[in-house]
């Protein structure tokens, strides 16, 4: 998709406009299309019983005298209209733009007393960009498909923000559209050395510092509970650093991201029916949204320095295969009893974590994960859970997520339920008991590898993936987090 800031477009083959939920009119930044069309529109909400919902649009052609020859009349549901809204009505208007083969679309770029132009402008491309999205490396006869250009339609005394704000949201949008095709990636595709060699060359593209270690090295270094996981596989494990330094940074931020390129469960194998055994391709979702991010904190200028972390493996099953009630050792040195091998994401991050915490010493440190299914089955698929020890980090981020549409939704880290994670024979155990609070017990694990850093743990079991088109979110990896980590980067 292209876009483009302008004060007069012209030729267009379609017009955006937005309706409000119960207003039967444009709102007052847009009402002169209606004027100039002797009130044609206002006509159109009253006859067609148009209530400005989501998802509702009508399109109607346009005499002449209007930049366009259609206007899209789009819901953007109830008012205060927040971003999520304008993003979910940029959404509606691709798909009948797609519907109805209009390739040169725009829409005004419009704030009102409780949304600011920049807040609208960024929606737009948000929503636009990302519902345009298709995987179709796969399907080379699809791909063909036309560009659609778009404009935003500014003042001109407003044109240069626009233009700054465009900048940025393409930047965030990209990124996230990475974070989704490394998760439509077939698993054995997207394999750990894959992956590797994505964040080498991101670190290339975008001048960042890069520093992958194989087997070799991983076990050299101390991280056995990473080997541990990686036995059952003929793909070796790769430990992946991508690092952001700008001068004069004040703050440094850790982010890791689980990278289990592949989880079949291992010896304890997940089940053919609700297993999900078709979609744990994207267990390296947390993954694939850190290396995204860090492939646009320099064009942000994110003014902090950001490490990325990646114990990146697959999960499988053999010969070699780690086994429930082996013993592991972490890289910070705590033993570990296996209670059950596809609890195997908590392993690799307790020695990303802790590896981490150890070499950079960070300020702070937030992990993303699809970490366990009790998150879905707590939170749905709209929110991740929020888990932290510093209040400050938690309400910053959710108070971001909310802005940016990728919701979090905080959960407790109760000091008595480390009793379920207690090991028998060996000091922890990455199961838990089976007594419920699973994404609870599993957040209290990956404590024990981030001492007193101040931290946040985002389990996107939920969000991280779609089994269906829905709004901007396509069936499929959805980014979630990258937009989360960048704009919460910025405001640092
Ligand atoms: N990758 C899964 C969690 C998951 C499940 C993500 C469904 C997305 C969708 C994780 O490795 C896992 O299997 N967790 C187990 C933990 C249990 C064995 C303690 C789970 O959630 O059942
Ligand atoms: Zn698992
Ligand atoms: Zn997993």
């Known amino acids: 998709m292209q876009f483009t800031v302008t004060h007069k477009p012209s030729g267009l083959d379609a017009l955006i406009l937005h309706v409000t939920a119960g207003d039967k009119k444009l709102p007052a930044g847009t009402q002169h299309y209606d004027n100039l069309l002797d009130g044609l529109i206002t006509e159109e909400i009253t006859r067609l019983g148009f209530k400005g919902k989501p998802g509702e649009s009508f399109i109607i052609n346009v005499p002449e005298g209007v930049e366009a020859r259609k206007i899209l009349v789009v819901g953007t549901g109830k008012r205060p209209v927040q971003p999520d809204q304008i993003r979910q009505a940029a959404a509606t208007a691709i798909k009948q733009a797609r519907t109805h083969k209009l390739h040169t679309i725009g829409t005004p770029v419009t704030g009102g007393s409780r949304i600011s132009k920049e807040t609208v402008a960024e929606a737009v491309v948000e929503g636009a960009w990302l519902a345009d999205y298709r995987f179709g490396k796969y399907q080379p006869d699809n791909t063909s498909r036309k560009d659609i250009s778009f404009a935003l339609i500014a003042d001109q005394r407003n044109q240069r923000q626009v233009t700054k704000i465009l900048g940025e949201a393409e930047t965030e949008v990209r990124a996230a559209v990475l974070a989704r095709d490394l998760v439509n990636e077939p698993p054995s595709a997207m394999h750990p050395t894959k992956l590797a060699s994505v964040a080498k060359q991101i670190a290339k593209t975008h001048g960042l510092k890069v520093e992958v270690k194989g087997p070799k090295d991983i076990t050299k270094a101390g991280l056995h509970a990473l080997a541990a996981v990686a036995k059952g596989s003929d793909q070796p494990p790769q430990f992946i650093k991508l690092q952001y330094a700008p001068p004069k940074a004040k703050k440094h931020v850790v982010l890791v991201g689980k990278g289990i390129t592949y989880d079949s469960g291992g010896i304890n194998l997940k089940p053919s029916k609700g297993g999900m055994l078709e979609a744990m391709k994207m267990d390296m979702a ?11 904190v320099k064009e942000l200028k994110i003014p902090v320095k950001v490490t990325a972390y990646v114990a990146a493996t697959e999960n499988l099953l053999g010969g070699s295969a780690y086994k429930p009630g082996d013993v592991v050792m972490t890289y910070n040195g705590q033993t570990v009893e296996v209670g059950n091998t596809d609890a195997e994401g908590r392993l690799t991050l307790a020695d990303a974590l802790s590896y981490a915490v150890a070499k950079e010493k960070p300020d702070q440190i937030i992990d993303l994960a699809t970490l366990t299914g009790a998150a879905i089955a707590a939170l749905g698929q709209d929110f991740a859970a929020l888990f932290t020890n510093n209040e400050t980090i938690g309400r910053d981020l959710q108070e971001v997520g909310g802005y940016t549409g990728e919701k979090l939704w905080p ?64 069936k499929g990896g959805t980014g979630f987090g990258v937009r989360l980590l960048l704009h919460y980067l910025k405001r640092l």
């Open 286 to 296: 947390g993954a694939a949204a850190v290396i995204a991010a860090m492939s646009a």
């Open 411 to 474: 959960l407790p880290l109760p000091e008595e339920y480390n009793e379920l994670i207690k090991g028998h024979i060996a000091e922890l155990n990455n199961a838990g008991t089976g007594e419920g609070a699973g994404s609870i017990t599993a957040a209290l694990f990956l404590q024990y590898f981030t001492g007193d850093t101040p931290w946040a743990h985002l389990d996107i079991a939920g969000p991280a993936w779609s089994e269906k088109d829905k709004g901007y979110l396509k």
